[in-house]
């Protein structure tokens, strides 16, 4: 049903693209639909114009390091999630980290930046970390998340994204 979801959304972007004002409003959520549905060229396609906004806006900024690792650019993906990072740790002050309520947020994308290193970096392909070793830890890093069923719905669609262009 989510996907279906997605893809419809997916879809109707090209029509509604047309009217400028909705642009910036619906092109991360077509972002985010084009990995979740494993649809690559149209993710080169959202992302092409759109590599000097990976800090204002996450999905943007996840969608061309996505692009970037299907394109073999491990370098550039690095450069990335740097960027991203530091533009999630300049968000943070003395009151948005009082309560972890309040921190989400930043908190989760936090979360995915690393999950994104971790599942690029090759390190779980050398004998260091056996895969089994590797699912453990997700396993653990999911069940951080508690509850959230919207959080683990975003991990669990990045994780598959990277596995799928693995």
Known sequence: MVLTSLGILLNQFDSLKKNE???PKMLPLAIESSWVTGKWG??????????DEITT??????????VAFRQGKKDELEKIIEELRMNVASGFTLNSVSTFQASHDGTLKLHVLSEMELLTSGSYDNSSTPRNELFTILDR??????G???????????????MDLS
Do not use: P, W
């Open 148 to 162: 959230c069923i919207s959080d683990k719905q975003y991990v669990l669609g990045i994780r598959q994204a990277i």
């Open 141 to 146: 890093r999911l069940d951080m998340l508690g």
């Open 21 to 23: 004002a909705i642009i």
């Open 42 to 51: 149209k993710l080169e396609k959202l992302t092409l114009d759109h590599r």
């Open 57 to 66: 806006d996450f999905n943007i900024g996840v969608g061309v390091g996505l």
